[in-house]
Nanobody, 126 residues
Framework: QVQLRESGGGSVQAGGSLKLSCRLS????????SGWFRKSPETEREVVAA???????TYADSEKGRFTISSENGGHTFYLQMKDMKVEDRAVYYC????????????????????WGQGTEVYVAT
């Protein structure tokens, strides 16, 4: 069982930077993908960035060049570095992971994100 906890949310001025953290606790051995999502009152939940090592990270088009997903601490923590923030970045941000399981004798990564954090709120002021 793995639990995720986000931190680092808060208020920032437009054009500023913020770094979110997602700390994992429990058995992370079968983690095979990490992602950051966000949801605002105006939008559905959307993926912001995803990390599937050793493949390159992927980003939503509007976040390319502004956001960076990374991990450290042996995979126990991953981050979302946000810069040049915009008012439309205001949302509750969630981290989530995919887990792998054995299917017909081989490890297979799940298609869906299975475990989620509680969210951390980000407010961008003009």
């Amino acid at each position: 069982q793995v639990q995720l906890r986000e931190s680092g949310g808060g208020s920032v001025q437009a054009g500023g930077s913020l770094k979110l953290s997602c700390r994992l606790s429990g058995d992370i051995f079968n983690n095979c993908g990490s992602g950051w999502f966000r949801k605002s009152p105006e939008t559905e939940r959307e993926v912001v960035a995803a990390l599937y090592a050793p493949s390159p990270s992927t980003y939503a088009d509007s976040e390319k060049g502004r956001f960076t997903i990374s991990s450290e601490n042996g995979g126990h923590t991953f981050y979302l570095q946000m810069k040049d923030m915009k008012v439309e970045d205001r949302a509750v941000y969630y981290c989530a992971i995919k887990r792998r399981s054995i299917v017909e004798g081989y490890y297979q990564c799940s298609d869906d994100y299975e475990t989620w954090g509680q969210g951390t709120e980000v407010y961008v002021a003009t």
